[in-house]
T-cell receptor, first 114, second 112 residues
Framework: DTGVSQDPRHKITKRGQNVTFRCDPI?????LYWYRQTLGQGPEFLTY????????KSRLLSDRFSAERPKGSFSTLEIQRTEQGDSAMYLC????????????FGPGTRLTVL | DQQVKQNSPSLSVQEGRISILNCDYT??????FLWYKKYPAEGPTFLIS?????DKNEDGRFTVFLNKSAKHLSLHIVPSQPGDSAVYFC???????????FGTGTRLKVLA
């Protein structure tokens, strides 16, 4: 059991650059979630996928953010034209689905925008 | 609009004693609750869950209590161990959505 993995673990970029993060869920999990966490806060929901379908998006997810899960396995989160306010930990989680939807988190990608 | 609140940012407990972490919520539609533990530089680790049809769930040293009328849940850890030192988050979701709303966390320090 390899758990949820995320790559990279850390990313430093300059304002205005684009960044892309990858998440590999637990293999049999059909749901995948993206959250963002800033200092002193709990994770904030961004979006989630059921297989390859993106079913819900938060208002936090501006037009500069896009997420994909093309084959229902791994997912990518892209941020275009990064801003300093995008600096945060980006967490991915996956779950088996069903009403009892326990989500298992990856280690996160820490983004710093200079 | 903080729908899930953890009003104690930190808690210190002596090893072997009980740790009680509290969580309040405002949305009466929430019907499923999770507790996570988070160490620095790691993602949250699932601890225990409870659905609104129950008022208690136990798993080893961890017990979660739910008081629906008060919109309050608590996590009891007994006996507390130094390895329990971490930030604890409660999270809630409601019918029709699978997104969780997280509290701001409580930092638990278990003193040896």
């Amino acid at each position: 059991d390899t758990g949820v993995s995320q790559d990279p673990r850390h990313k430093i970029t300059k304002r205005g650059q684009n960044v892309t993060f990858r998440c590999d869920p637990i293999s049999e999990h059909n749901r995948l979630y993206w959250y963002r966490q800033t200092l002193g806060q709990g994770p904030e929901f961004l979006t989630y996928f059921q297989n390859e379908a993106q079913l819900e998006k938060s208002r936090l997810l501006s037009d500069r953010f896009s997420a994909e899960r093309p084959k229902g396995s791994f997912s990518t989160l892209e941020i275009q034209r990064t801003e300093q306010g995008d600096s945060a930990m980006y967490l991915c989680a996956s779950s088996l689905g069903g009403r009892i939807d326990t989500q298992y988190f990856g280690p996160g990608t820490r983004l710093t925008v200079l | 609009d903080q729908q899930v609140k953890q009003n104690s940012p930190s808690l210190s407990v002596q090893e072997g004693r009980i740790s009680i972490l509290n969580c309040d919520y405002t949305n009466s539609m929430f019907d499923y609750f999770l507790w996570y533990k988070k160490y620095p530089a790691e993602g949250p680790t699932f601890l225990i869950s409870i659905s609104s049809i129950k008022d208690k769930n136990e798993d080893g040293r961890f017990t979660v209590f739910l008081n629906k009328s008060a919109k309050h849940l608590s996590l009891h850890i007994v006996p507390s161990q130094p390895g329990d030192s971490a930030v604890y988050f409660c999270a809630a979701s409601g019918t029709g959505t699978y997104k969780y709303i997280f509290g701001t966390g409580t930092r638990l320090k278990v003193l040896a």
